[in-house]
């Protein structure tokens, strides 16, 4: 029908221009028909080829269109999944590292309780030889202390004694 529709035109032309006689004649309408059926032939061809490049073009645009909203639905997937796989493994894996957290408190509790108790060991050590250093501080002062409690004994007897030997001697007694 594409490639008659030239042959049409023509025969519509001889119609309107009152030109019918030219129909009777074989030798120009015969090679105008097989001229103007080749050209419409050649048309059809040329635009069936044009229409299959232009939709393909379009069902390839169509096809793009599709896979890019495919693309992004799988990739908000993706994304909601990604965040809830995230989410679930840090859920899994808090406890366990709670446990670490917690096991590693205690263990430094517990060295510091050692430490702690080390230190005051220790410290009670140096206090107890520090008041044994000083008891025996002390018995030498206590020594010095009774031996200078016992001058002034001995100094305030003596003092009686030479009151006593400077007084005079009661008139009576001699």
């Known amino acids: 029908m594409m490639a ?13 221009f009152g030109l019918s006689f030219l129909r009777q004649y074989q030798g120009f309408m015969v090679p105008a028909s097989i ?15 044009k229409e299959r490049v232009e939709s393909t073009r379009r069902e390839l ?19 909601r999944g990604w965040a ?6 840090l859920s899994d894996q808090q406890p366990h590292l ?8 205690r263990d430094y ?3 510091k309780g ?6 005051k060991l220790r410290l009670q050590r140096q206090l107890h030889g520090f008041e044994t250093q000083e008891r025996k501080l002390q018995a030498p002062q206590k ?4 031996v200078v409690t016992g001058l002034a004994q001995l100094r305030g007897e003596l003092r009686q004694l030479f009151l006593a030997a400077l007084r005079p001697a009661p008139r009576g007694t001699a």
């Open 84 to 89: 809830q796989a995230l989410q679930q493994h």
């Open 143 to 146: 020594g010095r202390d009774g």
């Open 114 to 119: 050692t430490e702690t108790a080390d230190e």
């Open 35 to 49: 001229l103007l059926l080749s050209s419409g032939g050649l048309y059809v061809w040329h635009s069936v080829k």
């Open 109 to 111: 509790q517990a060295r």
């Open 61 to 79: 645009e169509k096809a793009r269109e599709a896979l890019r909203g495919e693309v992004k639905r799988m990739l908000s997937e993706l994304q």
């Open 98 to 105: 709670l446990s670490q957290v917690e096991g590693t408190w």
């Open 4 to 16: 008659r529709r030239f042959q049409v035109i023509l025969f519509m032309f001889i119609s309107a």
